[in-house]
């Protein structure tokens, strides 16, 4: 499985941006999908995770400004992020659990500034 990621970009604090990940294989609705970042100087941390399109999970510091949604049909998972602050500037990774096995896409890079 190959987890292909978009959307990134730089926006001004209290923009908004949308992330997707298509994955290629075989994907489940029941598998995990989401969403981990890492911050300069931070360690890798969650975002946000969805399963079978309803069970969704966020972080405290993202919860009502960010939204996970996934399109099982099409295979992707998406990262709408509203009230951007400087501190969601970060790589965000694309994320899917299948099998017990943890897979990650190639990051893409959020930047909020103005």
């Known amino acids: 499985v190959q987890l292909q990621a978009s959307g990134g970009g730089l926006v001004q604090p209290g923009g908004s941006l949308r992330l997707s990940c298509t994955a290629s294989g075989s994907i489940l609705s029941s598998d995990i999908m989401g969403w981990y970042r890492r911050a300069p100087g931070k360690q890798r941390e969650l975002v946000a995770t969805i399963r079978s399109g309803r069970d969704a999970n966020y972080a405290d510091s993202v919860m009502g400004r960010f939204t996970v949604s996934r399109d099982n049909a099409k295979k992707t998972v998406y990262l709408q992020m509203d009230s951007l602050k400087p501190e969601d500037t970060a790589i965000y990774y694309c994320?899917?659990?299948?099998?017990?096995?943890?897979?990650w896409g190639q990051g893409t890079q959020v930047t909020v500034s103005s």
């Open positions: 994320y899917a659990r299948i099998t017990w096995t943890n897979y």
